[in-house]
């Protein structure tokens, strides 16, 4: 039960139709700034949450097309819906469209703000949850109130968070299925988190910690953690996690790998959006040395700016040409290499004289 396909037409950063087909484990994006790795990840995630919910509230189509419509504004908040429409003379529409489990839901969105459904049969995702790059443990405490009465910059993709975070831990049979899930993770940090009142603390070697205290690569995991241990993200679930890597340490980043991995071989589909050089070529090696693994490369590019962006697949990053991340480091050893040279020639000059 897993993303098969997506495509997306004239929609932010995406000109002509790009379609993405999916590992049905570790799907990693990177690409430049402005390409619109978080927007397709955003998109996406969308069209499947909206799905979600409109099957457990038991939607009317009508009000199915409406879900769509607040579940877009809320995520990327912008203006006006229309906005999300990529820039051109006279009206115009993006498109979006998702095969999951062989079921197809496509969504079309004018430059006037409406949305049109099609759909057969609506499909009926595993449980979806969207991590921001911001990470969120630290700012739990007492946002699902605060969000529900004011109006936040915060977009919606952190409240729906926040109710996957306050659900309650599971109970019988159901505790045993997230164990080797959960245990991965342990193991990670070699501590626990747990919840107590509104606040989130890290059961930790040196003792039991508030989240605001520890490593924010921990708060990370701890929020993996609760979400598995409520039920919020099952081993069949769906996890987007935009930038897992921002503000950790190395050692940590090569932790957040291992507990990706454990999390797909589990059964769960995963889409990261990522700058960083270390995790994606960590990544790559484990595809490349474990064919198995079921992890794909999604390399995002504008040929010239103000292009619509294209893709490059791969099942590792050797087989992408448009690797930004790869190119800035090769240009930064050249760079170190004009230093040095430049460096030797100077004091060469400086001996002969």
Known sequence: MQVEKFTMEQFTAMGQPVIFNFSPGINVLIGANSTGKSHVMKALYTLLKASEEAQLKQDTPE???????????????????????????????AKLAVVYAGQSLALELTTLGNVRLAYKTLIDPEPTIYLPAREFLTLYEGFIAL?????LAFD???????????????RGPRVEKVKALVEPLIEAIHGNVQRKNDRFYLDLPEGSLESQLVAEGYRKIGTLMQLLINGSLSQSG????????????????????KVLRAMAQAGMQI?????????????SLIAEYNPEAAIKFFALHQPAPGQGTEIEAGNTLVDIENDSILAEFAAHYDREQELFLSSHDSESAGGER
């Open 63 to 93: 009000r199915l097309q409406m879900r769509m419509q607040e579940k877009l504004q809320g995520v990327f908040k912008p203006d006006t819906l229309g906005r999300l429409v990529r820039r051109a003379p006279g009206r115009g529409s």
């Open 147 to 151: 969000y529900e009465k004011r109006e």
């Open 156 to 170: 919606v993709t952190y409240y729906d968070l926040s109710l996957a975070l306050n659900a309650a831990p599971l």
């Open 238 to 257: 769906i996890l987007f996690w935009d930038e897992p890597a921002s503000n950790l340490n190395p050692n940590l980043v090569t932790v957040i790998v």
């Open 271 to 283: 889409f990261v959006a990522t700058h960083d050089y270390l995790l994606s070529q960590e990544l």
